[in-house]
Every structure is written in C-alpha cells, then in structure tokens.
C-alpha cells in the first residue's frame, strides 16, 4: 500500500480551509471510512465522543464516508439519540481530491474499527498530511500507526478511546511532535519509491536466494 505524498501533505492554508468548511478551534476531530456502525466502531465512537465533550465541548466530529441507506439512517439516529446533533457533523461522500484538504483541517484522525483492518489506508493518508491517528487495536492498524509515537492505539473501548483523544487534544506540544513522526514514518515507508524499493530487494534477495 502506497499513497503519493505530494498530495497527501501538510497544507500551508489551514486556517483558510478550516474557515471555508465553517471549521473552528483546535479540536476537530475525524473519521474517513465506510460508514458501517458495528464493523467500523462509529457505535463505540460515538460513546466516545460524549465522554469527550463533557471535558471539551468545543470538540467537534466529522464524519466522511458512503454506506448503504440503512447504515446512514442508524448512524444518523445514533447521533440524534445521544444529543449530538450540534456537535457532530455527517458530511458524507466527498471528492478523493478534496480529502487532503479535509485532514489538515482536523487535529487528529480516528480509526475505531471493530473488524481486522487488513491495511489502513486513511491511517496512511492522515499521517501524510500531519495528523495524529487515534486508532483501535485490530489487525494490522497496529503496524502502520506506532502506538506513542505517530498517535495512540486502545481497545475498541469508549473510555479508552475517549481518554486518547482528549489526551492529544489537551497537549499541543504531544499533538505536533505525533503529527511529525507520522509524515516522517509515511515518508520513508508508504511513498511509492518506498514501496518499489521494498519489493526491488525482496527481488533481488530471491533472487540470490
């Protein structure tokens, strides 16, 4: 899995998208991915979320992805049924060129999936562009973001997930120094010439092998 870092990066106009989207503060939060209430953890997100904003109500959530009707409408209901409606925004599908945008306009990704990641790409995307991922600890999520280092990795737990987050948000010397080490980690593993050069000297290998 590679992504073209040239697109994938930190933006020197944050403030301007942020203020275009309508976006305010230090504390946005997001979620890329299919919208799938169970297998993708919005359920346990969203439980999150309310333990969030009782520390931080000027947290926000967005949440970007495409899903079937009645996935949209579940996560529409959960979000109406925790009083959430003015704190959370479902933005749905958008064009791939606009998600750069839409990362450096966060604080910090989040990936709270229930079912085996087998690759994550949004983590891979998010870090790129200079973000924070907060993520659960299924599959190979744990490979990708570096638990301490490029953001935090928990259990697919509402407290837990909770606590990270706010654990970021509140540090903005922690939140940088994470979004730092990620682009440097996409940097000099998920680049296209990264990749190439992997699978070179796995060939050449074998073939001295």
């Given at each position: 899995?590679?992504?073209?870092?040239?697109?994938?990066?930190?933006?020197?106009?944050?403030?301007?998208?942020?203020?275009?989207?309508?976006?305010?503060?230090?504390?946005?939060?997001?979620?890329?991915?299919?919208?799938?209430?169970?297998?993708?953890?919005?359920?346990?997100?969203?439980?999150?979320?309310?333990?969030?904003?009782?520390?931080?109500?000027?947290?926000?959530?967005?949440?970007?992805?495409?899903?079937?009707?009645?996935?949209?409408?579940?996560?529409?209901?959960?979000?109406?049924?925790?009083?959430?409606?003015?704190?959370?925004?479902?933005?749905?599908?958008?064009?791939?060129?606009?998600?750069?945008?839409?990362?450096?306009?966060?604080?910090?990704?989040?990936?709270?999936?229930?079912?085996?990641?087998?690759?994550?790409?949004?983590?891979?995307?998010?870090?790129?562009?200079?973000?924070?991922?907060?993520?659960?600890?299924?599959?190979?999520?744990?490979?990708?973001?570096?638990?301490?280092?490029?953001?935090?990795?928990?259990?697919?737990?509402?407290?837990q997930l909770a606590q990270a987050i706010i654990k970021i948000l509140k540090d903005e010397n922690l939140k940088e120094k994470f979004g730092?080490?990620?682009?440097?980690?996409?940097?000099?593993?998920?680049?296209?010439?990264?990749?190439?050069?992997?699978?070179?000297?796995?060939?050449?290998?074998?073939?001295?092998?």
């Amino acid at each position: 899995m590679a992504i073209d870092e040239n697109i994938f990066r930190t933006l020197k106009n944050r403030k301007q998208i942020k203020n275009k989207f309508g976006w305010s503060g230090n504390n946005n939060i997001l979620y890329v991915g299919r919208i799938h209430i169970q297998k993708k953890g919005l359920n346990i997100l969203l439980e999150a979320f309310k333990k969030v904003i009782k520390s931080m109500p000027q947290a926000r959530l967005y949440i970007i992805g495409s899903g079937s009707d009645n996935q949209i409408n579940n996560l529409k209901s959960l979000i109406q049924r925790f009083g959430l409606n003015d704190k959370v925004k479902f933005i749905g599908s958008i064009a791939n060129e606009l998600l750069p945008k839409y990362y450096n306009a966060a604080d910090l990704a989040v990936v709270p999936s229930i079912w085996m990641e087998a690759f994550g790409r949004v983590i891979i995307e998010a870090m790129a562009c200079g973000k924070p991922v907060v993520s659960t600890n299924v599959g190979g999520i744990g490979e990708i973001n570096i638990n301490g280092e490029t953001g935090l990795i928990v259990e697919p737990d509402k407290s837990q997930l909770a606590q990270a987050i706010i654990k970021i948000l509140k540090d903005e010397n922690l939140k940088e120094k994470f979004g730092k080490t990620a682009r440097k980690r996409v940097e000099k593993y998920y680049t296209y010439e990264a990749v190439t050069g992997k699978l070179i000297d796995i060939f050449n290998q074998c073939r001295i092998n």
